[in-house]
């Protein structure tokens, strides 16, 4: 969930601005090199920003009387790391505040912390794990949006459990109980958040193939791009088979009308 305006106490909302600053100064640097050195990215990181704000502007009820969602930050540290998605995730979380009133002004560096920091590389890190032990790139753009997404509610958990301990069990008391509660919606949208996100990168395969390869993507591991690929590349060389018959069957008439 995004922590609703004014719910964290003040100290709490600085503190979380101040862990969050950091990595957004270096992600507006990132993405300033990013668009200078590649402009032509600038149509994949406005995608990835607005799978982003999409995904996690659809507030799906929760057993608490909050709200669950998807974060769809997993796509775009997938595409263009982390630190990047920080200055997304930001800007993401900002609009959302004032005009969805999803989320707050005055918790924005928690959500952020959580949505658009520890959840980008949370799912990185899964996502080059996957890789390195041999998995299909389909497999590990899962494990990146799924882990991406579990990440983000643990940390909004601990959050929680820090500015509202538990009368009896504390810190731990507190976690315990925020954590299984947002468990029960938020396990079955991370499943489904990691689906979709395999889905959009199999369509920017067959759509921006160049673009991936430049970013690092073997999409060769995405299971039905690879196989229509393929099917391309036998049309392909079928229609030029055909298109080198007929002109020498256009050569042949011309040399019996002369």
Known sequence: MHI??????????????????PFVVHGVRQL??????????TLLLGASGAFMFVLSALKLPSVTGSCSHPTGSGLGAVLFRPPVMAVLGTVTLLFQALLLAHGGLTTLGANVFSMAVVGPWAGYGVYRLALRCGARLAVAVFCAAFVADLSTYCVTSVQLALAFPDPVGGFAGALGKFGSIFAITQIPLAVSEGLLTVLVVRLLAQSSAGELARLGLRTAGLGKARTGAGTNTAAGTGAGTGAGTNTDAGTSTGAVSR
């Open 32 to 41: 300033t090199r990013e668009v200078r050195e590649h402009p032509e990215s």
């Open 4 to 21: 609703a305006e004014g719910f964290l106490p003040p100290a709490h909302a600085i503190a979380w601005v101040a862990a969050s600053a």
